[in-house]
């Protein structure tokens, strides 16, 4: 079920690369540019809901399945994403992981623990 009506927009990161962009982040700490300095990291590539509910259809079931949308969300930002132009500017930081393939290590990571 997908509260909104699928159409907001959201900014997905994978979290290998969350923890690439903090511990890039904390070992240029101690730099002028960086201390106290607050930074946004992302891919920069704004999905839909639905857009992310069907590549996740297709990596896990490899079929699309027609999603119940209850259009019911309220008090929510419609399009939210962020710009990474600092943080690849002052340390030098880019995603490596696209939404195929941190799913892709997702979907496989989950299959393997769920069969032990």
Wanted: proline content about 2%.
């Amino acid at each position: 079920m997908i509260r909104s009506n699928g159409k907001f927009l959201r900014d997905y990161v994978y979290v290998e690369d969350a923890v690439d962009a903090y511990l890039t982040m904390a070992v240029s700490i101690d730099r002028q540019d960086v201390n106290g300095e607050a930074f946004n990291f992302s891919r920069e590539e704004p999905l839909t809901v639905l857009d992310i509910y069907g590549e996740v259809c297709k990596a896990t079931l490899g079929k699309y399945i027609e999603p119940k949308v209850l259009d019911m969300a309220k008090n929510e930002i419609i399009d939210q994403h962020l710009s990474s132009t600092k943080a690849r500017s002052i340390l030098a930081w880019e995603s490596k992981y696209d939404l195929t393939k941190g799913l892709d290590k997702t979907v496989k990571w989950y299959r393997e623990y769920l069969q032990k």
